[in-house]
């Protein structure tokens, strides 16, 4: 689920146990800030047939960001800290060489902005 942002949201849980008891939790409240602006621009080369593939993007506030691969399956296959600057494109290489023929899931998160793009991988 995507949050907007400066919003309010509120939350319940419902359990269902095995013999059919049903519990609510308390409800919590959850108060969501202003987003920055977090872009990838490409995932290149898109697919990958031989050598890495190369992310760019650019962040409006500098600070530390997460980049995250996962299979399609939902895998991790790998999770590392990035710095972003403020207003430049940042271009980082992935090394694919190990990865086998598929389709993946790029995440780069920063604070509570995640962008979200796919590549694939054809060997």
Request: glycine content about 6%; charged content about 20%.
């Amino acid at each position: 689920e995507t949050a907007a942002p400066n919003r309010i949201y509120y939350y319940r849980l419902r359990t269902v146990d095995f013999d059919g008891y049903t519990e609510l939790s308390d409800i919590i409240s959850v108060q969501t800030g202003e987003l920055g602006e977090l872009n990838v621009f490409s995932v290149y080369p898109n697919p990958v047939i031989e050598g890495n593939a190369f992310v760019s993007l650019s962040s409006e506030n500098e600070g530390i960001g997460e980049l995250i691969l996962y299979t399609d399956t939902g895998i991790k296959l790998l999770h590392k800290e990035i710095y972003l600057p403020s207003q430049e494109i940042l271009k980082i290489e992935l090394e694919t060489s190990a990865l086998p023929s598929g389709f993946y899931t790029l995440l780069i998160k920063q604070e509570r902005n995640i962008a979200k793009t796919s590549m694939v991988i054809v060997r």
